[in-house]
Nanobody
Framework: QGHLVESGGGLVQPGDSLRLSCEAS????????MAWFRQAPGKERDIVAM????????FYADSVKGRFTISRDSAKSAVYLQMTSLNPDDTAVYYC?????????????????WGQGTQVTVSS
């Protein structure tokens, strides 16, 4: 059984920064790739960023490149998403996910374990 718990969401103004955290336990603590997805109202859930098991490779959606940074701390079984220069288009529920397969995984189908989500709202 795996368990992921996100934290760090909230209401911020455009241009602000926010750091999301995800703590893993159980089978997810030694997961392969881990990723952050987001889902805005009325839209599909999309990948935002991904980091491979040892942190050697990362992926970012075009919309967040240069603004968001994903990192992981294997000792703490945690993954983080540092978000800067936030804008209203970043408003969404952000989900942490752990892959069930090794390697560089960006497809949602590769992710077996999911957190409950944390709301990020960017508004003036």
């Amino acid at each position: 059984q795996g368990h992921l718990v996100e934290s760090g969401g909230g209401l911020v103004q455009p241009g602000d920064s926010l750091r999301l955290s995800c703590e893993a336990s159980g089978r997810t603590s030694s997961a392969y790739a881990m990723a952050w997805f987001r889902q805005a109202p009325g839209k599909e859930r999309d990948i935002v960023a991904m980091i491979t098991q040892k942190g050697l490779n990362t992926f970012y959606a075009d919309s967040v490149k240069g603004r968001f940074t994903i990192s992981r701390d294997s000792a703490k079984s945690a993954v983080y998403l540092q978000m800067t220069s936030l804008n209203p288009d970043d408003t969404a529920v952000y989900y942490c996910a752990a892959a069930a397969f090794p390697g560089y995984q960006t497809a949602m189908a590769a992710y077996k374990f999911w957190g409950q989500g944390t709301q990020v709202t960017v508004s003036s």
